[in-house]
């Protein structure tokens, strides 16, 4: 069956998923890249930016993993880039250049509605304008079966927490204090929403932690 | 030198040090006990209750670290007692019974000022009306060059990190979610205040954070 699943969700030890002020120099916020340090050392990462070599490991594992029977994705504004409010044009098509890692359908969650992008690789941008509900239907129209992976940011995995529509999480926490940012937890009863810890593994890089939806 | 520590802390994954609620029948709030679970399973803590047995791993390595070298402890008023508001009498005398844990002087910090009460075994409880500074220099003072340990909860904890005078903490991190109670990180800029995650040990009842500030 269909899952909705986050991957690879990278954290600080104090729950910050990103730095402060994102911008086009600072896709991921100030400081935000060092709470991805662990990806781009893993062999997937590499591999999907067109690098060699990289470590073959734990976190190698959960990196491919992440992105194992992914059907579709969904993504926060933010995290398709740093424009806001409405498209000045159509110019920006991500960060990721004309070959993005995705390779399947992906749903922008925007307030501006925007023609789908068919990029190459077999990635295509869908900007979605009435929230996750929608978002989550047509990506599982698209998915053919397979799981749903909702990216980021941390507003949108925290919309979909909320919604109980996560039924597996995977946080990746590196052993760094971000201070500031955007905090994943900050609001979020994840205990009452009926997630446990059910998997925890830590490696050199980082602790990663597996959430899952008691059903 | 002597050096202001905070010990075997105890935290949630999503970073709570206590649930809400605290009450005569939940010291630590509703759900806090679980949290704590590490160190109620070690000979370390068991002895310290008059218990027989308990594991001797790295957790215990670690509770036992957290007593080690330590000559005044400083407490919150929560963590002193469920009693809120000026006291009513002499009649609460902390949550340990005639002879608590501590065998040296605690300073715990309250709005209620209060004849100091001498227990069993070496503890003697003093009450500080004129904030954390006071209660520091009198902890020094009493600590005959031993190190001081600010105990908690987690405002109390906040308040001696914001005015960057813990120089090592000891946080241990339970593989659950609490949801909701009192968040260490709420409001709280680690990196800014200069601290880093020195160690980290992950054991199969939690994770062990070190965090010392960069001087």
Same mark, same amino acid.
């Given at each position: 069956?269909?899952?909705?699943?986050?991957?690879? /969700?990278?954290?600080? $030890?104090?729950? /910050?998923?990103?730095?402060?002020?994102?911008?086009?120099?600072?896709?991921?916020?100030?400081?935000?890249?060092?709470?991805? =340090?662990?990806?781009?050392?893993? #062999?997937?990462?590499?591999?999907? @930016?067109?690098? &060699?070599?990289?470590?073959?490991?734990?976190? *190698?594992?959960?990196?491919?993993?992440? /992105? &194992?029977?992914?059907?579709?994705?969904?993504?926060?504004?933010?995290?398709?880039?740093?424009?806001?409010?409405?498209?000045? *044009?159509?110019?920006?098509?991500?960060?990721?250049?004309?070959?993005?890692?995705?390779?399947?359908?992906?749903?922008?969650?925007?307030?501006?509605?925007?023609?789908?992008? +068919?990029?190459?690789?077999? !990635?295509?941008?869908?900007?979605? !304008? *009435?929230?996750? =509900?929608?978002?989550?239907?047509?990506?599982?129209?698209?998915?053919?079966?397979?799981?749903? #992976? +909702?990216?980021?940011? +941390?507003? !949108?995995?925290?919309?979909? $927490?909320?919604?109980?529509?996560?039924?597996?999480?995977? $946080?990746?926490?590196?052993?760094?204090?971000?201070?500031?940012? =955007?905090?994943? @937890?900050?609001? $979020?009863?994840?205990?009452?929403?009926?997630?446990?810890?059910? =998997? #925890?593994?830590?490696?050199?890089? !980082?602790?990663?932690?597996?959430?899952?939806?008691?059903?």
């Amino acid at each position: 069956m269909s899952r909705v699943c986050a991957g690879a /969700f990278s954290l600080s $030890l104090d729950g /910050f998923g990103a730095g402060p002020d994102q911008s086009l120099e600072n896709p991921l916020g100030v400081n935000g890249m060092v709470l991805h =340090e662990w990806a781009f050392k893993t #062999r997937t990462f590499r591999t999907m @930016f067109g690098q &060699e070599g990289g470590e073959t490991g734990v976190d *190698d594992q959960f990196a491919a993993r992440s /992105f &194992e029977n992914v059907g579709a994705w969904i993504l926060g504004r933010n995290m398709f880039g740093p424009v806001r409010g409405p498209w000045p *044009d159509e110019h920006w098509k991500g960060w990721w250049g004309a070959n993005p890692p995705y390779h399947v359908p992906v749903f922008v969650l925007t307030h501006y509605a925007r023609a789908p992008i +068919v990029m190459e690789g077999g !990635t295509t941008f869908h900007f979605i !304008t *009435d929230g996750i =509900e929608s978002a989550l239907r047509q990506a599982q129209a698209a998915a053919g079966g397979k799981d749903i #992976r +909702v990216g980021g940011g +941390v507003s !949108t995995v925290q919309q979909f $927490l909320r919604a109980g529509q996560i039924d597996e999480m995977h $946080l990746a926490v590196a052993p760094v204090f971000l201070g500031a940012g =955007e905090n994943l @937890f900050a609001g $979020l009863d994840l205990r009452a929403l009926g997630y446990v810890c059910a =998997e #925890r593994i830590s490696t050199a890089n !980082t602790i990663h932690l597996i959430a899952k939806k008691q059903r």
